[in-house]
Each structure stands twice: as structure tokens, then as C-alpha cells.
């Protein structure tokens, strides 16, 4: 299956500070991203879709000034957690579609997460 | 309203105890049914996607099947390392990308 790498793993950081966090595709072009927000125990809630070279698309309830998406290449997205807080803290994950097969529909494949804590 | 029910929440089996993990989903159409199997701390990893109901694929030590209203993920003589979480996903016609996550059954299987 395709590869989608998510970097880093876990990352700490001070309230009030931003994280960047990225998501590549390895193997394929990914014109469109997901990202998502797990809490422990729960399902994945999908936050935002990342689109290759236009604004995001946000989900209900999830504030853009603080949830930067940028899709600046067909191979990489970053999420920006500005002024982070303590709430923020979560396991972040993305996932893409290969349209490569030429299906009109694919299964997403996931990076490997980011565990975000802010102290 | 689109939605994805899996049970039970926690299954613990012994090893080679064979099992069912059910997914009730509520679309109004389904265009694809997925099955992930996530590990702490990890992503979701893509086991399956059935398509229409009747449609069976396996692969190794799990069977998934899916009817009009539910799939199914059978483990036959499970073994300890087949321990996870087992998520079920669903994305309907309505929905040109997003799919619908359940929440998940955690299989834990005893040596």
C-alpha cells in the first residue's frame, strides 16, 4: 500500500508556543490530505481536509487560527498548532488517498501519528 | 444522520479462541466499508475495503464480510500478536472524501 509518513512521533512543547506538524506521501502525489484528532480511547475525528494549493476545509467546531493547514506540494501538508494549551493536547494523525490506481475510489492510507503534549 | 457503531467495545480471548467484532453503519448510501487495525501510539493500518453487500476478502487470520446493514470481522485461532484496536470506517456517496470512523473494538488476546 501507499506510504504516508507523519513527522515527528511525539513532541512537548510550552503553552503558548506553536508546533508544526507534518505529513508527507512517499510514494504518490496527494492532492488531497486529512487530518485528524484522537483522544484516548475514541475514535479518530477528522479536523480538517488539506487541499494542494488552495485554503482547507474545516470540520464543525474547529477553529482555523488555530489549526494552520498549509498544502503547499502534492507531497506535503503541515498542521500548526499556534498558542498552544494544555487542551491541545492529543494524538494528531493525517491520511491521503493514492489516486495513482486510477479508481475513482481508494482507501486512505495513515501516517504513523503525532503525539502532541503541551505542559 | 451518518453513522458507525461497533461492538463489543473490549474483547479478551484466549489464543486460538476464534471471534466476530461486529459494524453497524446508518448511510445513505455506502460507497465503500473499510477496516483498520491500530496499535497504541500508532496510525491506523488498512486491512480491508468491501464495496457491496455479500463481499467477503481475508487476509491471514481475518475474514471481513459486509451485508446491507453491518460487516463483520472474523479472527480465526487468533494469536497474541493479532492484539489491537480494530476500527471500522465508512464513507457514503454523499461524501466525495470523508469517511466516518467508529469507535472501535480492542482485542486482546491471551497467550
Known amino acids: 500500500g501507499a506510504v504516508v509518513s507523519q513527522h515527528p512521533s511525539w513532541v512537548i512543547c510550552k503553552s503558548g508556543t506553536s508546533v508544526k506538524i507534518e505529513c508527507r506521501s512517499l510514494d504518490f502525489q496527494a492532492t488531497t490530505m486529512f487530518w485528524y484528532r484522537q483522544f484516548p480511547k475514541q475514535s479518530l475525528m477528522l479536523m480538517a481536509t488539506?487541499?494542494?494549493?488552495?485554503?482547507?476545509?474545516?470540520e464543525q467546531g474547529v477553529e482555523k487560527d488555530k489549526f494552520l493547514i498549509n498544502h503547499a506540494s502534492l507531497t506535503l501538508s503541515t498542521l500548526t498548532v499556534t498558542s498552544a494549551h494544555p487542551e491541545d493536547s492529543s494524538f494528531y494523525i493525517c491520511?491521503?488517498?493514492?489516486?495513482?490506481?486510477?479508481?475513482?475510489?481508494?482507501?486512505?492510507?495513515f501516517g504513523q501519528g503525532t503525539r502532541l503534549t503541551v505542559v | 444522520e451518518d453513522q458507525v457503531t461497533q461492538s463489543p467495545e473490549a474483547l479478551r480471548l484466549q489464543e486460538g479462541e476464534s471471534s466476530s467484532l461486529n459494524c453497524s453503519y446508518t448511510?445513505?448510501?455506502?460507497?465503500?466499508l473499510f477496516w483498520y487495525r491500530q496499535d497504541p501510539g500508532k496510525g491506523p493500518e488498512f486491512l480491508f475495503t468491501?464495496?457491496?453487500a455479500g463481499e467477503e476478502k481475508e487476509k491471514e487470520r481475518l475474514k471481513a464480510t459486509l451485508t446491507k446493514k453491518e460487516s463483520f470481522l472474523h479472527i480465526t485461532a487468533p494469536k497474541p500478536e493479532d492484539s489491537a484496536t480494530y476500527l471500522c470506517?465508512?464513507?457514503?456517496?454523499?461524501?466525495?472524501?470523508?469517511?466516518?470512523f467508529g469507535s472501535g473494538t480492542r482485542l486482546s488476546i491471551r497467550p
Open positions: 488539506s487541499n494542494e494549493g488552495s485554503k482547507a476545509t474545516y
Open positions: 448511510v445513505s448510501g455506502l460507497r465503500g
Open positions: 468491501l464495496y457491496s
Open positions: 491520511s491521503a488517498r493514492d489516486p495513482s490506481s486510477g479508481a475513482s475510489f481508494t482507501e486512505a492510507f
Open positions: 470506517a465508512v464513507q457514503p456517496y454523499s461524501s466525495a472524501s470523508k469517511i466516518i
